[in-house]
């Protein structure tokens, strides 16, 4: 009676330590499936990381004719927040346009280490054609200023284009830059030229 007691009893005992072995082994392999599934996840989010990282800067991204510009000083320049130029302002659209208009962050080109943005993808390409066509004179600086040999602040409303060039003006409640600069421009633009290449070389 007590042998089979104890052979039931052993039986028992190794009934359970198959089911606990088996059991172990399911745990080992759902662990090594579940490190699968973890690793592809973590591979599966670089690579959509990388794409989103590869198509902003295609989208930003200079042509190949824009990458053999001189670079230039760009810490000389009038920037704004992330290096944006013009405050956000279309630069093509002063002279297409005859007006400030506010460009797209969605529509964008960096150029010389500057951003600048468009209202749209024609006027993209057509900065990317002919860059320097479109650059604001004077790194986006006040003109009048600048026949001075000071950096000044500019309203990126108050502008005037002279000569296919675009040059900016401080504009606030009690002055307007531009007025005086209409009263000798060309005195003041031969001034402004020849203080701005010391300042920044160009």
Not at 35 to 53: D, E, H
Not at 79 to 104: C, H, I, W
Not at 113 to 125: D, P, R
Request: hydrophobic share 40%; with cysteine.
């Amino acid at each position: 009676m007590l042998d089979r007691s104890g052979r039931t009893e052993s039986r028992y005992l190794d009934c359970y330590e198959v089911v606990r072995i088996s059991c172990g082994v399911r745990q080992s392999r759902m662990m090594k499936t579940f490190r699968v599934f973890k690793l592809r996840a973590v591979i599966i989010a670089s690579v959509v990381t990388i794409a989103a990282y590869s198509a902003e800067t295609i989208t930003t991204a200079p042509s190949a004719s824009l990458a053999s510009a001189k670079p230039a000083p760009a810490h000389h320049y009038n920037l704004g927040a992330n290096s944006l130029g013009l405050s956000g302002y279309d630069p093509v659209s002063y002279f297409t346009s005859s007006r400030a208009e506010k460009g797209s962050p969605q529509i964008k080109v960096q150029y010389r280490g500057v951003l600048y943005q468009f209202v749209s993808a024609e006027h993209k390409a057509a900065f990317l054609a002919k860059p320097e066509r479109y650059l604001p004179t004077y790194g986006g600086w006040c003109a009048t200023a600048m026949a001075k040999g000071e950096k000044v602040e500019i309203d990126p409303t108050n502008f005037k284009v002279t000569d296919g060039r675009l040059f900016l003006f401080f504009k606030s409640f009690y002055a307007n830059a531009q007025n005086q600069w209409n009263k000798d421009e060309a005195n003041l633009t031969a001034k402004a030229d020849a203080n701005w290449k010391k300042i920044s070389g160009e």
